[in-house]
């Protein structure tokens, strides 16, 4: 398999303006853990060995500060900060010694999109978890864009990640065997869409739900198995409007996978998704999907 610079999507930096209610819902409901409040962020682990998969920080509203990822070597820093700025991206900070709690090296550029990634490498892991009903790690990110293929080169020309699929709304890009770590969708604004965690599976996705539904928080859309990248999901609304999906069974792939266009992804009329019992999204899931902008750096 190719070699990637970047080898894995590791957490997301969520603003929100009530902290101690988000921080209730992850821990509580969806099913994180909390690792360490440092300089007035929440840091939340999953059941794998990522130091944490969500860090939250008092926001005037939701927001999507960062998306950080793992670096395969140290070199990488170099490689990956020379392609960023070639294809349009801006170094805010680093390489330097990372400030937080998960330690290691850290480098943080802004995307052409305005979005913030951040690059680790020899940053703190934990002994994995009991798995349970939980999410184990991230599974991807779904950004929205203006510019979906001038993002999908962005991350392929800068990153090194490979493209996947391409549907009439989405191009999906991948940095490892999953089918995807980043979703770039069709939108009218740039910023989140949602972001997916991965169940162990169908089961955990089926059981996480139902602990969603006795909480209070009904199902957005779903339960479904997707097109692109063939895994099962859930979506939900967490309590201060961001969009979150429990998924599982992602598609595994490899240098031999053949990249499909938007005319052979497509569904009869009514259908969502592969089952075809998923409903039709919601308007305000929708809604939803397009309120949570980047946040201010």
Same mark, same amino acid.
């Given at each position: 398999?190719?070699?990637?610079?970047?080898?894995? #999507?590791?957490? $997301?930096?969520?603003?929100?303006? +009530?902290?101690?209610?988000?921080? &209730? /819902? %992850?821990?509580?409901?969806? =099913?994180?853990?909390?690792?360490?409040?440092?300089?007035?962020?929440?840091?939340?682990?999953?059941?794998?060995?990522?130091?944490?998969?969500?860090?939250?920080?008092?926001?005037?509203?939701?927001?999507?500060?960062?998306?950080?990822?793992?670096?395969?070597?140290?070199?990488?820093?170099?490689?990956?900060?020379?392609?960023?700025?070639?294809?349009?991206?801006?170094?805010?900070?680093?390489?330097?010694?990372?400030?937080?709690?998960?330690?290691?090296?850290?480098?943080?550029?802004?995307?052409?999109?305005?979005?913030?990634?951040?690059?680790?490498?020899?940053?703190?892991?934990?002994?994995?978890?009991?798995?349970?009903?939980?999410?184990?790690? #991230?599974?991807? $990110?779904?950004?929205?864009?203006? +510019?979906?293929?001038?993002?999908? &080169? /962005? %991350?392929?020309?800068?990153? =090194?990640?490979?493209?996947?699929?391409?549907?009439?709304?989405?191009?999906?890009?991948?940095?490892?065997?999953?089918?995807?770590?980043?979703?770039?969708?069709?939108?009218?604004?740039?910023?989140?869409?949602?972001?997916?965690?991965?169940?162990?599976?169908?089961?955990?996705?089926?059981?996480?739900?139902?602990?969603?539904?006795?909480?209070?928080?009904?199902?957005?859309?779903?339960?479904?198995?997707?097109?692109?990248?063939?895994?099962?999901?859930?979506?939900?609304?967490?309590?201060?409007?961001?969009?979150?999906?429990?998924?599982?069974?992602?598609?595994?792939?490899?240098?031999?996978?053949?990249?499909?266009?938007?005319?052979?992804?497509?569904?009869?009329?009514?259908?969502?998704?592969?089952?075809?019992?998923?409903?039709?999204? &919601?308007?305000?899931?929708?809604?939803?999907?397009?309120?949570?902008?980047?946040?201010?750096?």
């Amino acid at each position: 398999m190719s070699h990637f610079p970047v080898t894995a #999507l590791r957490s $997301v930096d969520l603003d929100t303006p +009530d902290l101690a209610r988000s921080e &209730a /819902f %992850y821990t509580s409901v969806w =099913g994180l853990d909390l690792v360490t409040r440092h300089d007035g962020v929440s840091y939340l682990r999953a059941s794998g060995t990522d130091h944490h998969v969500v860090a939250l920080r008092q926001g005037d509203g939701p927001a999507l500060r960062a998306i950080t990822f793992r670096l395969d070597r140290d070199a990488d820093f170099e490689r990956v900060d020379v392609a960023c700025r070639e294809h349009g991206a801006t170094q805010l900070s680093g390489p330097v010694a990372n400030p937080g709690p998960d330690g290691g090296m850290v480098m943080t550029v802004r995307s052409p999109d305005g979005g913030v990634l951040r690059f680790v490498y020899g940053d703190a892991q934990h002994a994995p978890l009991a798995l349970g009903y939980r999410p184990v790690r #991230l599974a991807h $990110v779904n950004i929205n864009s203006t +510019d979906v293929d001038g993002l999908a &080169a /962005f %991350y392929q020309r800068a990153l =090194g990640f490979r493209l996947t699929d391409r549907s009439k709304a989405m191009a999906f890009v991948r940095c490892n065997a999953d089918h995807h770590a980043i979703v770039i969708a069709n939108a009218p604004v740039n910023g989140l869409n949602h972001v997916a965690f991965l169940m162990p599976d169908l089961e955990a996705v089926m059981r996480g739900s139902g602990r969603l539904i006795d909480a209070g928080f009904p199902i957005a859309w779903g339960v479904g198995r997707h097109g692109p990248g063939d895994n099962v999901f859930a979506y939900f609304i967490d309590p201060l409007g961001v969009v979150i999906e429990y998924t599982a069974e992602v598609l595994q792939v490899d240098d031999d996978y053949v990249v499909r266009g938007p005319s052979e992804w497509s569904w009869p009329p009514g259908r969502t998704d592969h089952w075809g019992i998923a409903p039709p999204k &919601a308007d305000h899931v929708k809604a939803a999907q397009i309120a949570v902008r980047f946040a201010d750096a």
